[in-house]
Nanobody, 116 residues
Framework: QVQFVESGGGMVQPGESLRLSCAAS????????MAWYRQAPGKQRELVAT???????TYASFVKGRFAITRDNAKNQMYLQMNTLEPEDTAVYYC??????????WGQGTQVVVSS
C-alpha cells in the first residue's frame, strides 16, 4: 500500500509562488494515477489537479493555468508548482490517489497561506 507525505507549504504574498512536494512510500507508485487536493477553512476538500501514470494531466477550472502538476517516478515524488497565488488559494493541500474519497487514508497535508 502506498502512503504519502506532503511538504513545501508556507505563507506567501499574493502573486508569489510555491512548489509543493509529495513523497510516496511503498511500491507501485509509478502505476498509480495521482492527484492534489485542497481544503480551505470551512469548506469541503476539492480536487486541484490530477496526473495519470502516463503523465496525462487535468486541472480544476479555478487553477486558470497557474499551477502545474508533475511527477518523478524514479524518486517516488509528485509536485505541484503554484504560481500567481491568490488569497483564495489559502488551504491545506493534500496528495493522494486520483479518485480518493473521505474513506481513503489521508496524510497531514501541507498548509498554504496567501496573504498580504
Amino acid at each position: 500500500q502506498v502512503q504519502f507525505v506532503e511538504s513545501g507549504g508556507g505563507m506567501v504574498q499574493p502573486g508569489e509562488s510555491l512548489r509543493l512536494s509529495c513523497a510516496a512510500s511503498g511500491s507501485g507508485f509509478k502505476f498509480v494515477n495521482m492527484a492534489w487536493y485542497r481544503q480551505a477553512p470551512g469548506k469541503q476538500r476539492e480536487l486541484v489537479a490530477t496526473i495519470s501514470s502516463l503523465y496525462r494531466t487535468t486541472y480544476a477550472s479555478f487553477v486558470k493555468g497557474r499551477f502545474a502538476i508533475t511527477r518523478d517516478n524514479a524518486k517516488n515524488q509528485m509536485y505541484l508548482q503554484m504560481n500567481t497565488l491568490e488569497p483564495e488559494d489559502t488551504a491545506v493541500y493534500y496528495c493522494n490517489i486520483a479518485g480518493a474519497s473521505a474513506t481513503t487514508t489521508w496524510g497531514q497535508g501541507t498548509q498554504v497561506v496567501v496573504s498580504s
